[in-house]
């Protein structure tokens, strides 16, 4: 992004930051349920969309709002909520349904430490598995993970585009530190912003069938009241859209639900990398550690260690042919998060021959420091 | 002078390519929709802006027979996918149709909170007494005593008065009718359909085969009779309990109230807060 000027240019926090984005995006609709430490997405919402002619409702519960922003985007509109790990919980079923029925939205959630209600005002990093699996079935899902309060209102701009593209659910994955954190941002124009919108069927035909599509596998999407007169469900389904058991059709559809993610692999894969081109060794590390290692991987540098970063902006799908090829010779791997080991069980699925891979882990409800990150390199390196 | 009337044929409202249709022998589930449908026709309500949610049960498998928008949703939440449905889309006429497992149970809190807000949302539970497609466990409606696959002793749980919950929680519009009496059901609909609010339609209908031989209740044509005379229709509401049995359930149009319409209510907010924002 180019220097801003100053009047572009507002100090927010994360959720605001995220609230900001989704408004730019063209979200108009935002169902919600208040927890720590996501609700300021909430608030900032409630004070943005009445002024763009948009919908808040705070809902009963989680599962409600979930439901009523897959309703919402059903009806035409973009939508989003945001939650943390309880809620989230909450989240999956109708998270299922949006997958299934293909239906655009955007999931926040500020991740808190658990199980259970855990640590709701302590950050952490351990609903990665869960942001890729919580929902039950195969499933196709995109999640962005960014490390800055500017990137958080860029990336949650990206995942309206992504969503609306692909008719896929986006979560945006971040974790209470970076919910709360104050960073300057610089607000796009309207103008600056590109916006994508989900492709609508334009013609009702008497042959036509709502869940057809060409070789991009996203189906135009039918807008209720164009006189198409079509069916939605999250029983499985055929191209006409009705529920079908015939082996050949079920395994059509749900193959096409998955394969559209890898057939869009370049819009939705992001990734930094840096130092990683004569490196030994590599930190793997994203959202609020990844800012951790970018500090200790240069204090190593410093002491004589080649190291780099390789930091997933897109967390799920994991960016694996960018991650293979610059793991490619290098001598060891450093897996950083705050959690028990849960990205680690990925980056070891792409270990090349002699690479040992090692995961540094924090569960305690603090965030991973550059020492810890600059010890563990040091131990890395000086194993061999 | 006024068109004569075109009659009512329930074939233009049904997709007709999706029979034969699920329901058991004796269900009273298509009566309902019959019901629906013509009082749907008799308001002239656009097809296309027909907008049907249903949740998961054999009552939310009806809305794939009704050539209109029909959204067939998660269980229990058809009326959390409505709600925002319709504040996203004020201009479709949204319909749930829902069961009573489907409403009270799994459903209950949307149920009661779709009442206080009274979105223009017409709610019909079809109430069997039984969780039906599951083959046949008790449900918040089941009657005292009854058998059914998890009360092989009788049940002992006391039953939901779904009307009074509705009514009780703020639902402008709230109604009961037999399957039994099709005009009148078709009647309390309309009025439904009609109503600028949240309206909630109890339908009793009857499942014969998993709830009804369970229970020894006869064929379909029995039960509906012992339903009738457990009722007492609306225009004997107001009248003295002797002769009728004071535990006599209550039918037709149960209770009717002006609050403002909630969509609409978000809608004058968003526009006297740009007002006065502009005068600021």
């Not at chain 2, 996918?81 to 319909?95: C, H, M, N, Q, Y």
Request: glycine share 8%; net charge negative; charged share 20%.
């Amino acid at each position: 992004m180019p220097d801003s000027a100053p009047s572009d240019t507002v100090n927010l926090p994360g959720n605001h930051a995220c609230a900001l984005g989704a408004i730019a995006a063209g979200c108009r609709f935002y169902a919600g349920y208040p927890i720590t430490p996501s609700s300021e997405v909430a608030e900032r919402m409630s004070v943005e969309l009445p002024r763009v002619d948009g919908v808040f409702i705070q809902m009963e519960d989680e599962i409600a709002s979930m439901g009523a922003i897959v309703g919402a985007s059903m009806g035409g509109m973009k939508a989003m909520t945001a939650t943390s790990g309880p809620g989230f919980s909450l989240k999956q079923e109708n998270l299922g349904y949006a997958a299934g029925a293909e239906v655009p939205c955007v999931i926040v959630n500020v991740m808190r430490g658990g199980p259970s209600t855990g640590l709701p005002t302590r950050p952490a990093q351990a609903d990665v598995m869960q942001a890729r699996w919580g929902t039950h079935g195969d499933h196709p899902i995109v999640v962005i993970t960014p490390d800055s309060v500017p990137e958080i209102y860029r990336e949650t701009i990206r995942a309206f585009n992504i969503s609306e593209q692909l008719r896929v659910p986006v979560i945006m994955l971040y974790d209470e530190a970076l919910g709360h954190l104050i960073e300057p941002v610089r607000l796009s124009d309207s103008a600056e912003v590109e916006i994508a919108n989900r492709k609508w069927a334009s013609q009702p035909t008497p042959d036509f069938l709502p869940y057809a599509s060409g070789d991009d596998l996203v189906p135009e999407m039918v807008r209720p009241g164009d006189g198409f007169r079509s069916h939605t469900t999250g029983l499985t389904h055929a191209e006409s859209g009705f529920p079908t058991q015939e082996p050949e059709l079920v395994d059509q559809y749900l193959q096409r639900i998955l394969d559209k993610i890898d057939v869009h692999a370049e819009l939705i894969e992001r990734y930094e990398a840096i130092a990683c081109d004569d490196a030994d060794y590599l930190v793997v590390a994203f959202g609020i550690t990844a800012r951790a290692a970018r500090r200790a991987i240069k204090q190593a540098r410093d002491k004589g260690i080649r190291v780099g970063m390789f930091r997933p902006i897109t967390l799920w799908p994991f960016p694996v042919k960018a991650f293979e090829s610059l793991v490619a010779g290098k001598r060891g791997v450093l897996v950083a998060e705050m959690n028990a080991g849960q990205l680690i069980t990925e980056i070891e699925r792409y270990r090349p021959e002699g690479c040992s891979i090692e995961g540094l882990n924090r569960i305690d409800g603090e965030t991973i420091t550059p020492r810890q990150i600059l010890n563990s390199i040091q131990e890395l390196a000086g194993r061999e | 002078m006024s068109e004569p009337q075109k009659q009512f044929n329930i074939h233009d409202y049904l997709r007709e390519y999706m029979f034969p249709h699920f329901l058991c022998p004796g269900c009273g589930h298509g009566i309902a929709l019959r019901a629906l449908l013509w009082a749907i026709d008799e308001l002239d309500i656009d097809r296309d802006r027909l907008a049907f949610v249903s949740g998961i049960g054999c009552s939310g498998r009806l809305g794939a027979y009704i050539d209109a928008n029909t959204f067939h949703v998660t269980h229990g939440r058809p009326l959390a996918f409505a709600t925002g449905l319709k504040l996203a889309r004020p201009d479709l006429e949204v319909i749930v149709i829902t069961g009573d497992g489907d409403c009270l149970a799994i459903g209950g809190n949307h149920l009661i909170h779709a009442c206080r807000r009274n979105l223009n949302i017409t709610c019909m539970m079809l109430n069997n007494e039984v969780y039906g497609m599951t083959g046949g466990q008790v449900s918040p409606t089941t009657s005292s005593e009854r058998y059914t696959t998890t009360t092989p002793y009788g049940n002992h749980e006391p039953v939901f008065d779904a009307c009074a919950l509705a009514e009780a929680a703020g639902a402008s519009m709230v109604g009961r009718e037999l399957t039994l009496q099709t005009p009148g059901l078709k009647d309390v609909l309309k009025a439904g359909l009609a109503h600028d609010g949240f309206s909630f339609i109890e339908v009793m209908s009857d499942c014969t085969e998993v709830f009804g031989r369970k229970n020894e209740l006869g064929n379909s044509a029995e039960m509906v009779l012992t339903q009738k005379a457990s009722v007492r229709p609306d225009f004997l509401v107001d009248a003295v309990d002797q002769p009728f049995r004071p535990h006599q359930i209550k039918t037709g149009v149960l209770a009717k109230k002006d609050r403002p319409e909630y969509a609409a209510s978000w809608r004058n907010y968003v526009e006297t807060m740009k007002r006065e924002r502009d005068h600021a």
